[in-house]
C-alpha cells in the first residue's frame, strides 16, 4: 500500500488547489473508496477552513471535539465518503458529504435535527433464520432488519447506527 500521495494525482472528485504544496495526506483504506472519499484532516483545514495546519487538526481531533457519523474519530486519515455526517458539538455545526453537480464532493451544513439521521443505499440484501433480513449498505456496514427493503432503495437511520 501507498503512504504517500501528490495533489496533482489525487482523485478529481477532491475540490483542492492542484498547484500548493506538493503532498496531501493520504486516506487509511476504510468503508468508503479511495475516489469517493477523503481524508478526515483534508475536510478540516481544506474545506471547512476549522484549523490552518495538518498540526492544528491532529489537536483538534486529539480534544474529541470532532464526531463521523456520531463516533468520536482521532485518526486525521480516516476516510470519510459520500453521505457521512460530520459534527462539530462544541461549534454546533453539523455538515454532511455530499456530490456536487460537476461529481466532486462537498461539505452542505445541516440542521442539528438532520445530523442524526443518516441516508443509507442498500446494496445488497440477505434472508436470515428467524424471517430476518441483513442489508448490506454502500458503506461496508451491515444492519439487521425485519423489514423487507429492496436492493437500490434508499434508507434512513438514527445515528450511532453500530
Known amino acids: 500500500m501507498k503512504n504517500h500521495l501528490k495533489r496533482i494525482a489525487a482523485p478529481r472528485t477532491w475540490q483542492i488547489d492542484r498547484k500548493g504544496s506538493a503532498f496531501i495526506v493520504r486516506p487509511n483504506p476504510g468503508a468508503h473508496s479511495f475516489y469517493l472519499g477523503l481524508p478526515l484532516g483534508v475536510l478540516l483545514r481544506d ?3 476549522k484549523a490552518r495546519t495538518m498540526i492544528e487538526v491532529k489537536k483538534l481531533l486529539h480534544q474529541n471535539e470532532v464526531l463521523v457519523d456520531g463516533r468520536r474519530r482521532k485518526d ?8 457521512d455526517v460530520i459534527s462539530l458539538p462544541l461549534l454546533k455545526e453539523y455538515y454532511r458529504i455530499v456530490l456536487d453537480k460537476k461529481g ?4 452542505v451544513p445541516i440542521t442539528a435535527a438532520d445530523a442524526n439521521n443518516k441516508i443509507c443505499k442498500v446494496i445488497g440484501k440477505k434472508v436470515l433464520p428467524h424471517e430476518k433480513v441483513q442489508l448490506q449498505i454502500h458503506d461496508r456496514k451491515t444492519i439487521l432488519s425485519a423489514q423487507p427493503v429492496r436492493v437500490g432503495y434508499r434508507v434512513l437511520f438514527r445515528l450511532p447506527m453500530l
Open 47 to 49: 474545506f471547512l477552513q
Open 76 to 83: 486525521h486519515r480516516f476516510i470519510i465518503g459520500l453521505f
Open 104 to 107: 466532486r464532493l462537498q461539505s
